[in-house]
Nanobody, 126 residues
Framework: QVQVVESGGGLVQAGGSLRLSCSAS????????MGWFRQAPGKEREGISC????????SYTDSVKGRFAISRDNAKKTLYLQMNFLKAEDTAMYYC???????????????????WGQGTQVTVSS
C-alpha cells in the first residue's frame, strides 16, 4: 500500500521560510519522479515544482523561481521543498505526489501524477 505523507506546514510571516517534507512508503522511491503542488481556496491545483528520479532535473513554476528549492534524498525516501521569501499569495494547501511515468525529467501537469498525499497547510501572514 502506497502512502505519501507531507509535513512541515504552518503559519509564517511574509518574508519568512518554511521547509516541507514528504515521505513515501510502499513504492520504490528512487523509481518515481516527485512533485509539489498547491491549491488555494477557490483556485485550481497547480504544479509548483517537480524533480526527476535522480534529482538532476528540476522544474519550477514562474511564481516560485528563485524562492523555492526542491530536493530529494532517495536513501531516506524523502522529498523536500525549501520555501524562502514567502508571500501572502503562497498561502495554500501543499501536496506531494509521485509518478512512475517519467524515466527522466518530469512535468508539473497535475493529471500526470499517480499517488498523492493529504496535504499540509501553509499560511503566510502579511
Amino acid at each position: 500500500q502506497v502512502q505519501v505523507v507531507e509535513s512541515g506546514g504552518g503559519l509564517v510571516q511574509a518574508g519568512g521560510s518554511l521547509r516541507l517534507s514528504c515521505s513515501a512508503s510502499g513504492l520504490t522511491f528512487a523509481a518515481y519522479a516527485m512533485g509539489w503542488f498547491r491549491q488555494a481556496p477557490g483556485k485550481e491545483r497547480e504544479g509548483i515544482s517537480c524533480i526527476s528520479l535522480n534529482g538532476v532535473y528540476t522544474s519550477y513554476t514562474d511564481s516560485v523561481k528563485g524562492r523555492f528549492a526542491i530536493s530529494r534524498d532517495n536513501a531516506k525516501k524523502t522529498l523536500y521543498l525549501q520555501m524562502n521569501f514567502l508571500k501572502a499569495e503562497d498561502t495554500a494547501m501543499y501536496y506531494c505526489a509521485a509518478t512512475s511515468r517519467y524515466t527522466s525529467g518530469c512535468s508539473r501537469a497535475v493529471n500526470y501524477w499517480d499517488y498523492w498525499g493529504q496535504g499540509t497547510q501553509v499560511t503566510v501572514s502579511s
